[in-house]
């Protein structure tokens, strides 16, 4: 986001605007199937008591790396996030930690990995 943003630009929201359009066109150019679980995701996530852009924007942002990963690889959402999506997304709107959750995670199975 801009520091140099006019007065009108904050007060309607144009860069918040802008940056929506792009997570919807990353997310429209997943797939038919990718962009409807996006669109449960999504759903999910505005009842779910996030109230600032910037948590919006980490969260979405984080869930379209994911989604255009499973996409790429051709693997289901369940496949990245656990069984429980629901679980999965309070966890990233919480914020608590996610990140170091997800480090430890790959840390885990890389460590698995390299011991088998």
């Known amino acids: ?21 792009k997570f919807e066109k990353r997310a429209k150019a997943l797939g038919d199937d990718y962009y ?3 669109n449960a995701m ?18 979405f ?7 255009e990963e499973a996409a790429a690889d051709g693997r289901k959402v369940t496949a990245i996030t656990g069984p ?13 930690g996610w990140e170091d959750k997800q480090k ?3 840390n885990k199975i890389m460590h698995e990995q390299s011991i088998l």
């Open 1 to 21: 986001m801009t520091e140099n943003r006019t007065l009108i630009d904050r007060m309607l929201g144009l860069e918040e605007k802008r940056e929506w359009r």
């Open 36 to 38: 409807a679980d996006y």
């Open 42 to 59: 999504k759903k999910y996530i505005w009842v779910s008591g996030v109230e600032k852009w910037k948590d919006f924007k980490f969260i």
């Open 61 to 67: 942002d984080h869930i379209l790396d994911l989604l």
């Open 84 to 96: 429980d999506v629901a679980t999965f997304l309070d966890e990233m709107v919480e914020h608590k």
């Open 104 to 106: 430890n995670k790959l």
